[in-house]
Structures are given as structure tokens and as C-alpha cells.
């Protein structure tokens, strides 16, 4: 697990979004022990309250159980409900996105061939080809 200390999403929705991710994919799954809170901030670099902040959310979305003395887990959750953790994530960051870009006073369609751009290129700038739905 990383985390992007110049990124613009806090670090604590990082941590968030990368265990939704791994819970997501089937690397974690129900039951399975998560790191401690100091063990994962120690790795990571960060103040374990950011860590505590994101098991908090993470427990409050239903993702997580934390037992006192004895850690956090993967709750066992219906794939369908990770599904939702995902596009509601996403979701939130889009808007954010959409947000921003009225702030420049684009519209729809502005915004629409923005997002259509930025779909075609992968993360490191290749440009994919064809159609992927």
C-alpha cells in the first residue's frame, strides 16, 4: 500500500480507497486481519490518526469491523456492496471533477469531450486503441 503525499485527495481517503481496492480485486477478502493502525502508519510514513481516520470511515461504511484489543478485519460483506464502496468512490471524485470544471465555466459537452479524452489515454500517456465498453 502507497500513498501520494502531493496528491490533491487527503491521505486518509487514499488509504480508504486503497483497501476498498484490494477488498474490491479479492486480495483481501472476509475476515482477513488488517495491519494495526501504528503498524500501517509506521509503513506508510503518516500520523496514525490519519490511519485511525480511515478505519473509522472505513468501519462506518461497514467495509471494516474493529474488535478492541484485537484489530481491524475485512468484514464479510456481498461482492455487490464492494461494488458500490467502488462507484461511490469514484463518484466523488468525478463530481469533484465536474465541480472544478464549472468553475471554468465549461458545459456539458465541454466537460463530456474532456472526460472522453482523458478515458483514451492510459495513466502513463500511451494512447489505447479502438473501443473498450
Known sequence: MRVDTS???PIYEQIKKEIVRLVATGVLKARDA????RDLAGQL???PNTVARAYRELEQDGLISTQKGRGS???GRNPHDVGKDVEAYLGRIMDEA???ARTFNL???NIMTLFEK??????DGERRGGRHD
Open 45 to 47: 510514513l503518516v500520523n
Open 107 to 109: 458545459g456539458t459537452e
Open 73 to 75: 478485519y475485512v468484514a
Open 98 to 100: 465536474i465541480i472544478e
Open 7 to 9: 496528491s490533491f485527495i
Open 118 to 123: 482523458r478515458l483514451r489515454k492510459t495513466p
Open 34 to 37: 488488517l495491519p494495526s493502525i
